[in-house]
């Protein structure tokens, strides 16, 4: 494992706020509650550098935070939390599409699935508008380590199955933020897509 060093960088909660930034970024984007924040925190071995909580809808705008002071990490809200209003919620949705769009430097979005479920609507819908977009993703199972062997590995199989044709996909990647199972092999693949 490397050692990272991160920092919080800014908070958004609309488009204008985005930091005015040239460094190669990386998003994580998924369901609320789905463990983006925690698993932030396990790539950089921080416990409390993203917060994270037991009730989705912890993350309420984009934090951005500065990594080896050359590369940043773009925390996102999760879709379909429900203890908002529904225009809230649209807007969110509104903000995490227009931050994929406009945000030049994004090298490659980490789509985070609860690797304990069939993939939601939200997890499709997400996935398929990078792909049509033309936008680099990577598929992470999380929380991995509350299923058996066998199940992860039948899950990922359904999830390579699903995104067979996909071009834009980079790999279908078990994790635990808990035991660290997937951190090797997602930093390796952090750093090869921001040196490409
Ligand atoms: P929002 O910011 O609300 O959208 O949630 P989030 O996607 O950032 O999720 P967060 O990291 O806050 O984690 C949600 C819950 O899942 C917390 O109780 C975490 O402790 C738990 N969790 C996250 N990752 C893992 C994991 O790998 N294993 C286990 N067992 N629990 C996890
Ligand atoms: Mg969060």
Redesign the pocket.
Known sequence: MIHLEADFYAGAEKAEHFPNTQFPEIAFS?R????????LNSIVNRKKLAY???T????QMINFFLVDKRWMFA?L??FG?AAISKNKREEWVKMIFNYFEIRDQLKMVCC?VDSRHDPQKHDMALIEWLENNNKKFIVIL?????ISKDKIKSRKEQLDYLLSNCKNVVEVLP????FGIGRDQLQAIIKKQIND
């Open positions: 998924g609320s509650n789905v463990g983006k924040s925690s698993l994270t909580s037991s989705p809808g912890k993350t925390d809200p999760g939390y985070l999380t929380k991995c380590d509350k994790y635990s933020s808990v």
